[in-house]
């Protein structure tokens, strides 16, 4: 009670709003407990549904594609599960956003969202199974970073960098790569790695494996002389540790992963427009297909090519070491970004770098672990998530706030931000102002008062 009465004594001297929680938070419905129980049936519809199908994609990739493979006990287990975690981290959201309204008898920027949300999320995560929590930490604080950067850069602390998508990209394969020099890098992350940038050594022999296979006996003898010429006449330097010439290899490797792209941009693109085909054959023509093949091209291309750049440096003095040259050729080639920006994948990126180079120094007996830290980070990124999407939600990623809409039935669309616009935060701006049509009786503030 003294660290609440000093929070009070605090408070008072700070912007508070006095209105109760029906006219500010759940204008839906009067009551508090009423409130969070109308929300529950949409909630749960949507997180079986989000679940269900996460669940099967995820164990039909795992009994690759057969159906008799599957464990359909577990998949209900953990469809329920998960369901009962996403639903209470809405209720327990709700529920504490008024029980600390009432304990301290006002609003304020940290009790609007935040001090609630993490509360929330603490304590729905306890629901969820301990293998997952990990993956969720790491979405969520992926998420929560994005978030502190366009709420900083809305306030004018931070600048936007135009283009800038690919900077977490860049550091992230920067990170990944001097993890996979070091010998520190997982198996997994370490294949994944190697088959996005087409650099695959065998550890067996220290030699490099042939990247793709050269296909070109059934083309035509002009073309075929093309090619036996960009391999063997454009040259190479003794530092390259590819077969034939730079330019050759720097073709191969964007042909190799640029149908890749083009395989899977396109599959995307039909699933997209299924229940419209007429739309297929435009979709698969335009622009926007063929920016995920130009970027999968690109990305092994300008690793090649940076390392190939770098073997030139004339002087044997400041040519860099192999090791160096990896990773600054890593950081080069997630500038590929800029041709298919997607701060999803790039924030993703960077975190799962960050998680493995932790991981790494706690093998090594550099770091120790964190005894719940899956919780606690999961608790504080969710929590202030949450938290913006009620005060500033136009500062959060426009996925996630489909994504709670969606959780939610639309009610976050009915929190009352022309109250939350006292703070100067312009929290209306997303979704404006509505007509909510209080039930006066149970309404404290004068409708046509403006608080700021």
Partial sequence: ???????????????????????????????????????????????????????????????????????????????????????????????????????VGFHSIPTIGYTNGIVASFCALLVEKKSRRPALALYLTNLASETLYRQLSNHGYLRTIPHGTFIPFSIGLALFKFLSTQGGLAKSLDGFLSSALQDKPDSGNGHVVKIGKTVHKNLPGAFKEMIERLKNDCGKTEHCDHEDSCAYNGSKVFLHNASIGLAISSILSILKNITNPGKIPSALLSKNNLKMPLFFGLLPTIYHASRCLLNRVPSSTLRPSPRVRDIVAAAAAGSSMIVNPNISISMFVMWKAIEAFYTHLVDTGRARWIKHGDLILYAISCGYVLGCAAYEPHAVRMGYIHFLEGLTGNKIKQFNRWHYDFYGAESSKLYGCPEFNLNPKFVTMNPDFKPY
């Avoid at 001297?13 to 407990?33: F, M, Q, R």
């Avoid at 006990?73 to 996403?86: G, N, P």
Wanted: one cysteine or more; a positive charge; proline letters at 3%.
């Fill in 1 to 103: 009670m003294g660290a609440l009465s000093k929070f009070v004594a605090w408070a008072q001297g700070a912007p508070v709003l006095h209105t109760n929680c029906y006219e500010t938070i759940h204008t839906w419905e009067p009551d508090c407990n009423k409130a969070w129980l109308v929300a529950v049936p949409d909630a749960l519809r949507f997180s079986f549904k989000t679940y269900a199908t996460f669940y099967i994609v995820t164990t039909l990739v795992g009994a690759k594609g057969n159906l008799k493979k599957i464990d359909w006990s577990k998949w209900t287990k953990d469809t329920i599960r998960s369901t009962i975690f996403l639903t209470c981290n809405l209720i327990f959201y709700l529920f504490f956003l008024c029980r600390i309204r009432h304990l």
